[in-house]
C-alpha cells in the first residue's frame, strides 16, 4: 500500500545498476569504495577502503581511535544478517569510584576519562580478513594517498577547529600543532595532510609485509597485532598519562593500558531482528541502541497505515510517541550482556539479563501501544517487564558544574557528540548554535553503505575520535574517542559504567531482508536521532512506497523527550524537533497535542544513506542525503 498522498519531490535521482551501489556521507569515500569495486573487489573490500577515507576526510566526525558498528548478509548466506562489532569495552580500570574520586557527576564528554578502548580499526580489519579479497595494501592505498598527499578540506571541518580553538590553545598544544599548524585556521578547500597517520598506516602495512606468514589472513593478523600490541598500542598508553583538561572544566589522567588493548578484539555477531510488513529488519544487541528501533516498529506494527505516514500530524503524532516509549526502555533497560555486575544493589536490573525477547515480543508491543493517546506525552515511561525493576536516570533538563561556569567559553566546546544540536539550547561552551550558511545545524557522524554484483551488502557506522574528543596523540596523527559519555556513574544502571563493559552505542545501521534475502542497507549519523530518521525511511518506503531518493528527501523529524546518550545527558519533556517542510498545518496540529515543537529549517535534520537490491531483476540502487551538499551515491 502507499500513501494517500506520497511526498514525490526529489533533489537528484535514485541511481540504478547491476554492478555495484556505494552511498556515504562524503564524496570522496564514495568514490574509493565504488573505485574498489570497479576493480573486482567486493563490497567488503570496497567498504574498509571507503571507512578509512572517511578517518581522512571527515576528522571531525571519526576517526582512527573511535568504533564502529556494521550489518551486513553475504551473497553465499543472503538470509544470515551478522553485525560487525567495532565497540572497544571502558577500561578495565574505568570504575565508578575512579570517576567519582576524581569529583565527576557524569563521564566527561571529552577527554580521555572518556575513551573507550578503540574499536574501529580492529573491526574493519577483522571484516576485511574474513569476508574480503584484497590484500591490506591495496585497501589502504586510498587513505594513505589523502593522508600524506593531502585532500581538500571541508568548511564543515573549518568551523568545528574554530570553535575548539581556545581549547587547542589553551589546553590541548598537541591538537593546536595538528589542526591549527603556527596558530593558523585552514581555509575550506585547503590540502591539509595528516603526516603522523600516513607514518602509522606505513608502520602498520610494513608490520603487516614483514610478517612470516604465507596467508593474506595472516597478514592481516600481522597488522592487527601490531595495532593492538605494538606501536600505537604504546603511544596511546604513554600520552594518556598526562593530564589534560576534560569537558568537566577539570584536569585527569586517563586509565587505558597496555592489558586493556591487546585484549580487545572486533568480532562479528547474530543480528537481532524482528519482521514488519513481510521485512526482517536486522539490528546490534542491547550494547547499542537498534533494539529500540525494532521495538518502535513492533509497536506501530499494530496501526493501519493512515497512522504510519510521516507527512501528516496523525502520522508523525503516532511516530513520535511511540519512539518515545521505546527510547524509555533503552534508557531503563539495555546495556552490555556480556558480563555481570557484582556490585548492583538490590532491585535494580541485572545488566547481564536484558529482558529483549519480552520486550521485542507481540504482546509487550501490544501494551505499550495501549498507551498512546491522542496527546503527547511529557513524561518518561519505561515499561513493566516480569522480574525486571527499570532503571530510572536523573532527568536533567539543563546540567552545569563550578568549573564550567568559570572558565572561558572555547575551552569547553570540544563536548559531546558533532550531532544535530536543538536551535532552542546553545551547544555547551557557546554562546549561540553553530548553524552554517545553508541553515543546517553544525553536526553528524558518517556513514557507508555498499552492494556488489554477487549480492554482498553492509551498512557501517563508523565514529568517534573526532578532533575535538580529546588531545592529538602525536606519534600517530589521531586522538581517542568519548563512547564512554554513554555510561551512567550509578552503580545498577544499565549502562553503567564498568570496566570491561562495551557502552551503549547510538551506532546503528540497518539491514532490511525479503523472503531471505537482503534487499536493503541503510543508516545514518546523527546520535539519538539515527534510528528515528531511519524509521522515517523504512516507514515511507515499505509502507508509503516511496522510492529510496524520494524517502530521503522527504521531511524529517524526531523526539528529544528522553535523556540523551552524550553529555550533559539532558532531555526535554515532550520535545519534538521538525523540519520546516513538514507543513504549517502539521506543526501547528502537533503543537496542539502538546508536543514542544522546535523549528529546524527546511533542510537540517536527517542524514539517510541507502542501497538496495532486488533479488529477482538483480536490480541495484542508491541514494545520498541532499542535506549539506556532501553525501554522494555512486554505481553503475
Not at 414 to 430: D, F, K, L
Not at 469 to 481: D, K, N, Q, R, V
Amino acid at each position: 500500500m502507499t500513501y494517500t498522498e506520497p511526498f514525490v519531490f526529489i533533489t537528484r535521482p535514485t541511481l540504478q545498476g547491476t554492478f555495484g551501489m556505494t552511498a556515504s556521507t562524503h564524496w570522496l569515500a564514495t568514490a574509493c569504495a565504488q573505485a574498489v569495486l570497479e576493480r573486482g573487489g567486493n563490497a567488503f573490500d570496497a567498504v574498509v577502503a571507503g571507512a578509512f577515507v572517511l578517518h581522512i576526510v571527515e576528522p571531525h566526525l571519526n576517526g582512527p581511535g573511535g568504533d564502529m558498528t556494521g550489518v551486513f548478509a553475504t551473497a553465499s548466506e543472503p538470509d544470515a544478517p551478522r553485525v560487525l562489532m567495532g565497540q572497544g569495552p571502558a577500561p578495565k580500570k574505568a570504575t565508578i569510584e575512579h570517576y567519582r574520586s576524581e569529583g565527576l557527576e557524569l563521564v566527561p564528554g571529552s577527554g580521555v576519562l572518556a575513551a573507550a578502548v578503540p574499536g574501529a580499526v580492529d573491526a574493519w580489519l577483522v571484516l576485511l580478513r574474513d569476508y574480503g579479497t584484497w590484500e591490506l595494501p591495496d585497501v589502504l592505498a586510498f587513505a594513505l594517498g589523502y593522508a600524506r598527499d593531502g585532500h581538500p578540506i571541508l568548511g564543515r571541518v573549518v568551523a568545528t577547529i574554530n570553535s575548539v580553538a581556545a581549547l587547542f590553545t589553551e589546553h590541548w598544544p598537541t591538537s593546536a600543532a595538528q589542526w591549527m599548524p603556527g596558530g593558523h585556521l585552514p581555509r575550506a578547500g585547503d590540502l591539509v595532510t595528516n603526516e603522523a597517520w600516513a607514518r602509522s598506516l606505513d608502520r602498520l602495512l610494513a608490520a603487516s609485509a614483514d610478517a612470516a606468514v604465507a596467508t593474506r589472513e595472516g597478514r592481516i593478523d600481522a597488522a592487527r597485532r601490531e595495532w593492538r600490541e605494538g606501536f600505537v598500542a604504546h603511544a596511546i598508553v604513554d600520552f594518556g598519562r598526562t593530564a589534560h583538561r576534560h569537558s568537566s572544566g577539570t584536569d585527569h589522567a586517563g586509565v587505558m593500558t597496555l592489558a586493556d588493548l591487546a585484549g580487545f578484539e572486533a568480532g562479528i555477531e547474530d543480528a537481532t531482528t524482528v519482521v514488519f510488513r513481510g521485512h526482517t529488519i536486522a539490528k546490534t544487541g542491547t550494547w547499542g541502541q537498534g533494539p529500540a528501533l525494532l521495538q518502535t516498529l513492533m509497536i506501530l506494527d499494530g496501526f493501519s497505515d493512515e497512522y504510519l505516514d510521516p507527512s501528516t500530524a496523525l502520522g508523525a503524532h503516532t511516530i513520535l510517541e511511540a519512539q518515545k516509549l521505546a527510547i524509555a526502555d533503552r534508557e531503563a533497560y539495555y546495556g552490555d550482556a556480556a558480563e555481570p555486575i557484582d556490585t548492583a544493589p538490590l532491585n535494580t536490573v541485572p545488566t547481564n539479563t536484558v529482558p529483549l525477547d519480552y520486550l521485542l515480543s507481540a504482546d509487550y508491543a501490544a501494551t505499550r501501544r495501549a498507551l498512546i493517546t491522542d496527546a503527547a506525552s511529557h513524561e518518561f515511561r519505561p515499561g513493566t517487564v516480569p522480574g525486571h525493576t527499570p532503571y530510572y536516570p536523573v532527568l536533567r533538563t539543563e546540567y552545569t558544574t563550578e568549573a564550567l561556569s568559570t572558565q572561558s567559553a572555547g575551552a569547553s566546546a570540544g563536548v559531546g557528540e558533532p550531532t544535530v544540536a536543538t536551535p532552542t539550547r546553545p551547544a555547551p561552551g557557546s554562546a549561540e548554535p553553530e548553524t552554517l550558511s545553508t541553515g543546517e545545524l553544525r553536526g553528524d557522524t558518517c556513514h557507508i553503505d555498499v552492494v556488489d554484483r554477487w549480492g554482498n551488502m553492509i551498512s557501517a557506522t563508523p565514529s568517534g575520535g573526532w578532533l575535538q574528543s580529546s588531545p592529538t596523540i602525536p606519534e600517530l596523527g589521531f586522538c581517542l574517542g568519548s563512547r564512554l559519555q554513554m555510561t551512567w556513574l550509578e552503580p545498577g544502571a544499565p549502562s553503567a559504567l564498568t570496566g570491561g563493559k562495551r557502552p551503549r552505542t547510538t551506532l546503528t545501521p540497518t539491514l532490511v531482508l525479503k523472503d531471505g534475502q537482503a534487499v536493503t542497507a541503510l543508516g545514518s549519523p546523527g546520535g539519538d536521532q539515527q534510528d528515528q530518521w531511519q524509521l522515517l525511511y523504512l516507514l515511507r518506503t515499505i509502507v508509503g512506497g516511496y522510492s529510496p531518493q524520494q524517502a530521503i528527501d522527504a521531511p524529517a523529524f524526531h523526539s528529544t523527550s528522553f535523556p540523551g546518550s552524550f553529555w550533559p545527558r539532558t532531555w526535554e519533556p515532550g520535545g519534538a524537533v521538525v523540519e520546516d517542510r513538514l507543513g504549517d498545518a502539521v506543526i501547528t496540529a502537533l503543537e496542539q497535542r502538546g508536543h514542544r515543537i522546535t523549528r529546524a529549517g527546511d533542510w537540517a535534520l536527517g542524514r539517510i544513506s541507502a542501497v538496495t537490491r532486488d533479488p529477482q531483476t538483480r536490480l541495484l540502487q542508491a541514494a545520498a542525503n541532499p542535506r549539506g551538499a556532501q553525501g554522494y551515491a555512486a554505481g553503475r
